[in-house]
């Protein structure tokens, strides 16, 4: 006795299609949990086998802040007028060293985990959002010596300080959308990364880390800083330095006039991490494919 096998005919015969594998995994709970076991996971290994551990890493931000502070303070005479510029120059490093980690680790993110995408169906959104918390944990630690050099310099503790990280809020978002664009980009595109590079380094000298934003107000005028406080990285690090290191650091609402402005670089972060997202989540079922 004979069986006939009856072949589809059309797409709606199939059935309906299988997705793949998606950004979220429909789970938020498991999406978190491997997002923080990833990140932890990183960290520790990161620093495994190391005599100094932890020292290696804050000696990134201190070695290029001795080595700018020397040069632009001793040598070019750079911010002898500003209070405590020290301080806020390390600030401004340790807080561009949290962005420029997270961003140029996360292009390579979604490659480095290939093996697991390849073999395990699980939210590929904890890929770039678990590189952003390792860096979240390295600037926590990288502030404590901000803080030492502060009242050892003779700052005295604010209540200023409470708006710490509610402004790194928003330096944490921009990282976030950029971390997920870069990321779903560079598994189509590996120019990503050598652009991202160069892009990396503009942000560091177009973003008033080296200098104050007064000098920009005094040689290029009011526009051309408000301007610049348009990025969100430039916003955080002003408003860091006046609610931490002196009042006498214009604060960003001052800058643009009215607070109400601020909406403007809160709305560059909120677009970059939707368009992030955006990117992502359409890459994410084809990702391992594209590997």
């Given at each position: ?19 793949g ?25 990161k ?25 632009f ?23 561009f ?47 404590i ?38 990321s ?41 800083a ?37 909406l ?28």
């Amino acid at each position: 006795m004979s069986t006939s096998i009856v072949k589809p005919r059309t797409l709606e015969d199939l059935g309906a299609p299988i997705p793949g594998p998606t950004a979220l995994g429909g789970d938020w709970g498991r999406l978190w949990h491997l997002t923080w076991t990833l990140a932890v996971t990183d960290f520790r290994l990161k620093f495994f086998g190391s005599v100094l551990g932890y020292f290696w890493q804050l000696g990134r931000p201190l070695l290029l802040f001795g080595v700018v502070y020397l040069v632009f303070s001793k040598v070019l005479g750079v911010g002898s007028d500003l209070p405590n510029y020290p301080v806020a120059l390390l600030l401004g490093i340790v807080i561009f060293q949290f962005f420029a980690e997270s961003t140029a680790a996360s292009v390579r993110a979604v490659q480095a985990r290939e093996s697991l995408i390849r073999k395990v169906n699980f939210p590929r959104l904890a890929i770039p959002l678990s590189t952003v918390l390792t860096s979240c944990f390295n600037l926590v630690l990288n502030l404590i010596p901000v803080f030492f050099f502060l009242l050892l310099a003779g700052g005295r503790p604010r209540l200023s300080w409470l708006e710490l990280p509610v402004v790194l809020v928003l330096v944490i978002v921009f990282a976030l959308g950029l971390s997920m664009l870069l990321s779903a980009l560079f598994v189509r595109y590996r120019d990503v990364e050598p652009i991202w590079d160069v892009v990396v380094q503009a942000f560091f000298y177009a973003t008033p880390i080296l200098y104050s934003i007064q000098i920009v107000i005094d040689k290029a005028g009011i526009d051309v800083a408000r301007l610049m406080m348009l990025n969100p990285f430039a916003t955080v690090i002003q408003q860091a330095r006046h609610a931490v290191v002196s009042p006498e650091y214009l604060s960003a609402g001052q800058i643009f006039g009215s607070p109400i402005y601020l909406l403007g670089p809160i709305g560059v972060a909120v677009f970059t991490f939707w368009l992030g997202w955006i990117v992502f989540q359409r890459g994410a079922p084809e990702m391992a494919e594209e590997l």
